[in-house]
């Protein structure tokens, strides 16, 4: 792994939400603030219910944008989300998401959650507080 994405995972990996932006079957954009997870290869993890907005929108358009801030350094994010269905690759996922999000477990069993992973298509990494301010972008 080069030293950027490595500067990213380690920032994803201090942090475990951020802003998930998706766009409705109708074409308006929306965000909700997600728990999340990371993978050795930049992917998020995450979990909804059926029932929530974002569930809805990532199966009529599978892109989303995410952002995670901590003062003066943010991680903007674009990717395509899949909800993940295979047994062997769910049980991995999951056990990578509690790992990082703990708190997170007590919604595994609901019959209305569902995972997701999201693989990354571009990414940004911008620290303001320093000069010249670091900022670098990735695409995959």
Do not use: C
Not at 10 to 15: E, G, Y
Not at 28 to 35: G, K, M, S
Request: glycine share 4%; aromatic share 14%.
């Amino acid at each position: 792994m080069n030293e950027q994405k490595k500067q990213v995972l380690d920032f994803l990996r201090r942090h475990k939400a951020g802003v998930l932006a998706t766009v409705s079957p109708e074409g308006h954009p929306e965000a909700a603030a997600v728990e999340y997870g990371s993978t050795d290869t930049l992917e998020l993890v995450f979990d909804t219910f059926v029932m929530y907005r974002k569930y809805t929108n990532l199966q009529a358009n599978p892109r989303i944008a995410f952002v995670v801030w901590d003062g003066d350094k943010t991680v903007q994010y674009e990717g395509t989300a899949a909800m993940v269905s295979d047994k062997e690759t769910l049980q991995e996922l999951k056990g990578l998401f509690f790992s990082q999000v703990p708190e997170a477990k007590k919604f595994e069993a609901l019959e209305a959650t569902r995972f997701f992973k999201v693989s990354p298509t571009w990414i940004r990494y911008k620290d303001y507080a320093i000069s010249p301010d670091p900022l670098f972008e990735l695409t995959f």
